[in-house]
C-alpha cells in the first residue's frame, strides 16, 4: 500500500471488516471517504455514520439508491428474465453496479482517484466492484486490502479482526455475530460462509428473515395480479383486498412482504463463483420470484416461439454477464437491449396464487397475444383445416423413418 496521504473512497457498510479497513486505511495516511449505498437493507444509517466518524473518516456520504436500484437494475433484470444456473436470481450480482456507480460519482465529485472496497479474494464481490468502476472511470485506481499482502498475513480471519479493532478502540456490535456472513437489500438477503459452508449442514432455522417457514406460513392461499409494460411491472393489485400498489419500491416492498408471509423465495444451493471456486449460498427473494414467475409466463403467452427461445439463449449469456461482473460492459449492453427489444410487447396482467412456498400463475390476459383461442379451440374448427396435419406428420416422420432403416440395415451388415 501506498504511504502518500491521498483520498479514497472506500465502499462501507459498518461491519467489522469495513471498519477495519477503515482504520487501517487511515492509519497509512489516507484521508478516507466512507460511501454508504443505501439499497434498501435495514440499517441504522446515523449510526452506521457516527461510526465511521468516530473511527476517522473525514467525510461520510449516506447515498439513497432506493428508486434508482429498482428501476435501473431490478426491473432490468426482471425483463431479462435473469436467472443464473437456472436458480440464483442475482440480487447481490444486481446490486453491485449500482453501488459502484455512485462510487464513481462521488470520487469525481471530490477528485478522489482512488476506491477501496472490503471484499475477500475469493469471491465474486471483489470483480464485479472493479469492472464496474474501471468501466465508469476508466482512470480509477482500486484497493482491495483483502489482497495485499501485508493485510491478509496479519489478518487470517475475524478473531483477528475482532482483536485489531480491540486494541484500537474501533466500535462493535456488542452482540455475537451470526455465525454466518449475510448481504441484504431490497430484492434479498444472502448468506455464507461460517457454518454453511460445510454443503452437508441444513440451514439453521432461525437464519431465514424475510421468508417464514413453508411448513409455518399461511393456511390460505392468496391470490394476487401484476401487470406489466413492455416486460416491466407496472402495478401489482391484492385480490383479497383490492389494494393497488402502482410506484417501484411500493411494488417490490408489497410483494416482498407477502411473499414472504407464504414462505416463497428460499433457495439453498451450490452455485459456480466466477473465480473458480464454488461455493454454498442460502437466497431469500420472495419478491424477486414472484415477479420471475409472472413475467415468465407472460412472456410465453405473448412471444413468438423462436422469438422466445432465442431470447432464453441471449437471457442465459446476459446471467453470466451480470453474475460475473460485466453490467456495463458492451457484451451486456447488446444484449440488454436485444432482450429489451423482445420485450415491447410484454403487456399484460398475470394472476398468481401464493401458497406453502409456491408461486403458480393461474390466469393470464393481453391486448396483444399470439393466442388465438378460436383457431386453438377443440370445439370450433375456425381457421385451421385438421387435414393438412397429415402431410405435417409424413414430412417429419420422413427422418424417423430414414434413420430406422439405416439402423436395420447396419444390423442387418454386422
Known amino acids: 500500500?501506498?504511504?502518500?496521504?491521498?483520498?479514497?473512497?472506500?465502499?462501507?457498510?459498518?461491519g467489522l471488516d469495513t471498519s477495519c479497513i477503515l482504520f487501517w486505511l487511515k492509519k497509512k495516511g489516507f484521508q478516507v471517504i466512507a460511501y454508504v449505498a443505501n439499497i434498501g437493507?435495514?440499517?441504522?444509517?446515523?449510526?452506521?455514520?457516527?461510526?465511521a466518524l468516530k473511527i476517522g473518516a473525514i467525510k461520510v456520504v449516506i447515498d439513497d439508491l432506493k428508486e434508482v436500484f429498482v428501476t435501473s437494475y431490478v426491473w432490468p433484470?426482471?425483463?431479462?428474465?435473469?436467472?443464473?444456473?437456472?436458480?440464483?436470481?442475482?440480487?447481490?450480482?444486481?446490486?453491485?453496479?449500482?453501488?459502484?456507480q455512485g462510487l464513481v460519482k462521488l470520487?469525481?465529485?471530490?477528485?478522489?482517484?482512488?476506491?477501496?472496497?472490503?471484499?475477500?479474494?475469493?469471491?465474486?464481490d471483489q470483480v464485479r466492484f472493479e469492472l464496474s468502476c474501471y468501466s465508469l472511470y476508466p482512470d480509477i485506481t482500486v484497493l482491495a486490502p483483502w489482497r495485499e499482502r501485508e493485510f491478509y498475513e496479519k489478518f487470517q480471519g475475524r478473531s483477528d479482526l475482532l482483536e485489531y479493532a480491540r486494541q484500537n478502540d474501533i466500535p462493535i456490535s456488542a452482540?455475537?455475530?451470526?455465525?454466518?456472513?449475510?448481504?441484504?437489500?431490497?430484492?434479498?438477503?444472502?448468506?455464507?460462509?461460517?457454518?454453511?459452508?460445510?454443503?452437508?449442514?441444513?440451514?439453521?432455522?432461525?437464519?431465514y428473515k424475510m421468508t417464514v417457514d413453508p411448513i409455518n406460513s399461511c393456511l390460505d392461499a392468496e391470490e394476487i395480479e401484476i401487470s406489466f409494460a413492455k416486460g416491466y411491472p407496472i402495478n401489482v393489485k391484492s385480490l383479497k383486498d383490492n389494494k393497488i400498489y402502482d410506484t417501484p419500491l411500493?411494488?417490490?416492498?408489497?410483494?416482498?412482504?407477502?411473499?414472504?408471509?407464504?414462505?416463497?423465495?428460499?433457495?439453498?444451493?451450490?452455485?459456480?463463483?466466477?473465480?473458480?471456486?464454488?461455493?454454498?449460498?442460502?437466497?431469500?427473494?420472495?419478491?424477486?420470484?414472484?415477479?420471475?414467475?409472472?413475467?415468465?409466463?407472460?412472456?410465453v403467452f405473448i412471444l413468438d416461439r423462436e422469438i422466445l427461445r432465442i431470447k432464453s439463449y441471449l437471457t442465459n449469456k446476459m446471467s453470466d454477464y451480470v453474475y460475473n461482473g460485466f453490467w456495463f460492459s458492451p457484451e451486456c449492453e447488446f444484449v440488454?437491449?436485444?432482450?429489451?427489444?423482445?420485450?415491447?410487447?410484454?403487456?399484460?396482467?398475470?394472476?398468481?396464487?401464493?401458497?406453502?412456498?409456491?408461486v403458480m400463475a393461474i390466469g393470464r390476459s393481453s391486448e396483444v397475444s399470439l393466442y388465438n383461442e378460436n383457431l386453438v379451440s377443440m370445439d370450433v374448427q375456425g381457421d385451421f383445416e385438421p387435414a393438412d396435419a397429415t402431410g405435417f406428420?409424413?414430412?417429419?416422420?420422413?427422418?424417423?423413418?430414414?434413420?430406422h432403416r439405416f439402423n436395420s440395415n447396419k444390423q442387418h451388415n454386422v
Open 336 to 358: 440488454r437491449e436485444s432482450i429489451q427489444h423482445s420485450q415491447k410487447y410484454v403487456n399484460g396482467v398475470v394472476r398468481l396464487q401464493l401458497y406453502k412456498g409456491n
Open 77 to 100: 433484470a426482471v425483463a431479462c428474465g435473469l436467472l443464473y444456473e437456472g436458480r440464483y436470481l442475482l440480487g447481490t450480482s444486481v446490486a453491485r453496479p449500482c453501488i459502484s
Open 41 to 51: 437493507q435495514d440499517e441504522d444509517f446515523d449510526a452506521v455514520r457516527e461510526k
Open 250 to 299: 411500493a411494488i417490490i416492498e408489497y410483494l416482498n412482504k407477502i411473499g414472504g408471509s407464504h414462505g416463497i423465495g428460499r433457495i439453498d444451493i451450490v452455485e459456480n463463483r466466477y473465480i473458480g471456486l464454488k461455493s454454498r449460498g442460502i437466497y431469500e427473494s420472495p419478491g424477486a420470484k414472484i415477479l420471475h414467475v409472472a413475467h415468465q409466463d407472460l412472456e
Open 393 to 403: 406428420i409424413r414430412i417429419q416422420a420422413l427422418r424417423l423413418r430414414e434413420f
Open 1 to 14: 500500500m501506498a504511504d502518500l496521504k491521498k483520498k479514497v473512497i472506500l465502499a462501507y457498510s459498518g
Open 175 to 207: 452482540t455475537p455475530k451470526e455465525p454466518w456472513s449475510t448481504d441484504a437489500n431490497l430484492v434479498h438477503i444472502s448468506y455464507e460462509s461460517g457454518v454453511l459452508e460445510n454443503p452437508a449442514t441444513p440451514a439453521p432455522k432461525e437464519l
Open 107 to 124: 470520487a469525481k465529485a471530490e477528485g478522489a482517484n482512488i476506491i477501496a472496497h472490503g471484499a475477500t479474494g475469493k469471491g465474486n
